[in-house]
């Protein structure tokens, strides 16, 4: 009698555990009566292979969301996680193997603050940028494998604007620029590997005006010898 009771209540722990199976099952991908997505979403390629993970509220993305590739759902290639109250989400860019190679902010689809870029290691910086409204807009930073600035960029509104320079890998000053909407403007000064001053002038509307001057070991190199040399 006992075994026929114990074997009762084991099934009776089977179908329970089924049943709730089955109900977890049936919330997933539901909608509210509003027509709005709600609670845990699951959404697959053709290929059967998991598309994103992740849970809504009225309509609304909430917490973290985990985004794969058709060809490989081993890693994510994108998480987000959603910032409540706000249209933000914090987002970082992976390739199919893992690898970090960016991550930031993002409102609703465009880019928004600071970004970084990094290496094929995922662990040492390529590049920094600043964005508004989806468009490069303040300083940009890009570096050499051994972490020295290789430029500084300013950008508004996705065009360069402000001073720019370069840099040669010993850190030496190559390009001293000025820029206006994408056009250089301005003073211009080029210097050479070893950081000593070629020639400089000034731009207007994106082309050279005025008086250049250029220079051979940090001296001014007057005309006759410069009209020497150029020929």
């Known amino acids: 009698m006992k075994k026929i ?20 099952q049936a919330k997933i991908n539901q909608f509210n009566s509003k027509g709005e997505r709600i609670g845990l979403w699951k959404k697959k390629y053709n290929n059967g292979r998991i598309r ?14 985990r985004y794969y590739s058709a060809k490989n759902s081993k890693f994510p290639i994108v998480i987000k996680t959603f910032i409540r109250g706000t249209n933000l989400a914090k987002v970082k860019f992976y390739t199919e193997e893992g690898v970090l190679e960016s991550k930031g ?11 970084v870029y990094y290496n094929t290691d995922g662990k040492s910086i390529l590049s920094e940028e ?24 300013n950008y508004r509104n996705g065009k360069l604007h402000g001073n ?8 030496n000053l190559l390009d001293d620029l000025n820029y206006v909407d994408g056009k250089l403007q301005g003073s211009a000064k080029y210097y050479n590997l070893q950081g000593q001053l070629i020639y400089s002038g000034a731009y207007g ?7 250049w001057e250029y220079f051979e070991n940090g001296k001014p190199i007057d005309s006759i010898k410069l009209k020497q040399m150029h020929n």
């Open 52 to 65: 994103y993970i992740g849970q809504f509220e009225n309509g609304k993305e909430v917490g973290t969301f």
């Open 205 to 211: 509307n994106d082309e050279r005006i005025g008086k």
């Open 5 to 24: 009771t114990n074997i009762i209540i084991y099934s009776l722990v089977i179908l329970t555990m089924g049943l709730h199976n089955i109900h977890a």
């Open 105 to 115: 902010e993002m409102e609703g689809k465009k880019r928004s603050g600071k970004w």
């Open 164 to 171: 720019i320079k370069r840099f040669a890998d010993n850190g």
């Open 130 to 153: 600043s964005y508004m409204n989806g468009l490069l807009n303040g300083e940009a930073k890009t570096y050499y494998a051994s972490g020295k600035i290789t430029e500084i960029l």
